[in-house]
């Protein structure tokens, strides 16, 4: 999961007053989905985006689960239509940039939703913000067009260790910021513990996240467990697969190996500009792919 480091505002809407700047900071919890809401602006900007925010984060998982049934099939199967909610659109649409043959629209799921909130935000506030940062469970939907986000990567490092950061620089449009990984909420077939996307929405960087870090793999000797995922979920979108649900201590080889194999995924992503850049991170080890406006610090 991500987090940001810097320091966030009471759940009152509070006043920076040199600045004039206001801000508030929102959660919003119903059923699977646990979202955290930032804005910045002026007061009237943000007390309009925070009205009935709840309300719209239900009917955006209301829409997922009206389709649930078409997004459990690849990206490859389904053709977009402009009757489609607008959530659902953009989950297909990801998956179909990303890998059709491999992705099903859940795999953006999260990011979308956050991609549909900040827009929603926006909307509201008739472009009174400064800011905003919507994080659904680690898949981020973000717009600082006047100032760097400085974003912690949790899981990156062992414990003990100075956590690692993405940095991003001030950009003008909204973005998105995802993180996948066997050892969180949504399954893989990978053994990353922690593979970070930066892309031009939160549902691209959701799906990228997600194909990078099943390509993180490496047998291991017995040292890698995994179980077909309908066991696991029967709700699940990829029933037949099997995904990993232990990894041991592997050797420096296997680190290498299994990280060379993802970054090759992440690589291809890059050089075709559908992400800004990845991080890979297994057991102490990692592999930083960036240009343009994101570091790894």
Known sequence: ?????????????????PERIFSADVR????????GIQVNGTERGVRKSCEDVDKKARLLLDDVKRFHPLLKLRGEEL?????????????VEAVQVVSAETLTPMAAVAGAISDE??????????????????????????FSPDEPVRVGIRGAVPEGMSMREVLISEV?????????????????????????????????????????????????????????????????????????????????DEKLTALENGGAMASSL??????????????GESMELSKGVINFK
């Open 270 to 283: 890059l050089g075709r500009g559908i992400i800004w850049g990845a991080g890979i991170y297994l057991q």
């Open 172 to 252: 003008d449009e909204p973005y998105g910021l995802a993180t996948s990984g066997w050892r969180g909420r949504s399954f893989s077939q990978g053994i990353a513990d922690a593979v970070v996307v930066a892309a031009d929405s939160g549902a691209l960087a959701d799906a990228a996240a997600t194909f990078v870090g099943n390509y993180v793999k490496e047998e291991g000797h017995g040292r890698v467990r995994r179980r077909k995922a309908s066991e696991l979920d029967p709700m699940t979108d990829i029933p037949n697969l099997m995904v990993t649900v232990s990894c041991d201590q592997l050797s420096e």
């Open 117 to 142: 909130l900040l827009l929603d935000l926006q909307d509201a506030a008739d472009g009174f913000l400064t800011k905003v940062l919507v994080n659904n469970g680690g898949d981020m939907a973000l």
């Open 79 to 91: 053709r977009v239509k402009s009757r489609w909610p607008r959530v659902v659109q953009r989950m």
């Open 1 to 17: 999961m991500i987090r940001e480091r810097t320091c966030v505002s009471s759940n009152d809407v509070s006043r920076d007053i």
């Open 28 to 35: 919003v919890s119903y059923g699977p989905m646990e979202i």
